[in-house]
């Protein structure tokens, strides 16, 4: 039997590599077949209900920017984890827009199963969160963050990490609910206690406004 087709050599301790740089390639191959230049991405709790204001305003703001993507010379995608609540928003958007409708979906032991809005050619899965990760900001021209949990935060200070070290393009970065997030986080403290600089936080754009995150977004990535 050839070696990559031994499923148990595949699926063992010493086949991870393969299975690493095959859902790298994979990934890359997708992005590239359907010419998917550059991504808007959509952070959130997968636990927030479709009545929920953030849920309207994730679906809102994502229908926006699905019509405008359509105008652009560049081939964007709305792109998500591909879970329920904010993500399931975020997809629905996209699709009501008849925009590329992108999720990067992970292996997990509950809450995670493909939305039903995610365009079926554009359903990327991974059991490697540091590679799901990658993508995310590899392709990112812009990122929006709405409140969550857990992962949510550990989406947000990768993205504000990979920023403040310029190991990702500068990119329009929206935290959107502002109560919410200076409730959560006192952020002025990490910069008296000088953990990072003032300048740091200008990779931070608070919005409570659909209208005003989408002009603020798609000013910064047309250059305007």
């Not at 021209?141 to 403040?164: C, H, K, N, R």
Request: proline letters at 3%.
């Amino acid at each position: 039997m050839l070696s990559y087709h031994n499923k148990d050599f595949i699926n063992s301790e010493h086949g991870r590599s393969i299975r690493i740089m095959s859902e790298f390639l994979a990934s890359k191959a997708i992005l590239e077949d359907n010419q998917i230049d550059k991504t808007i991405v959509i952070f959130g709790s997968a636990r927030i209900s479709p009545q929920n204001k953030y849920y309207q305003a994730t679906n809102e703001l994502a229908f926006k920017l699905g019509e405008w993507e359509k105008q652009q010379p560049e081939k964007y995608a709305i792109c998500t984890g591909g879970g329920p609540g904010i993500m399931e928003a975020g997809n629905k958007g996209a699709k009501e827009a008849n925009a590329n409708s992108l999720a990067f979906c992970i292996e997990l032991p509950f809450e995670q199963s493909t939305n039903a809005y995610v365009d079926e050619h554009l359903d990327i899965q991974f059991h490697y969160f540091f590679l799901r990760k990658f993508w995310f900001l590899a392709k990112s021209s812009a990122i929006v963050i709405f409140p969550g949990g857990w992962g949510t935060f550990d989406e947000l200070f990768e993205a504000l990490t990979m920023l403040q070290n310029q190991k990702t393009t500068k990119v329009p970065l929206v935290l959107f609910g502002s109560e919410f997030w200076h409730s959560m986080v006192n952020w002025q403290r990490f910069v008296d206690e000088g953990l990072i600089s003032k300048d740091d936080m200008n990779y931070i754009h608070f919005s409570d406004d659909v209208n005003e995150a989408f002009e603020y977004i798609t000013s910064n990535l047309s250059g305007g």
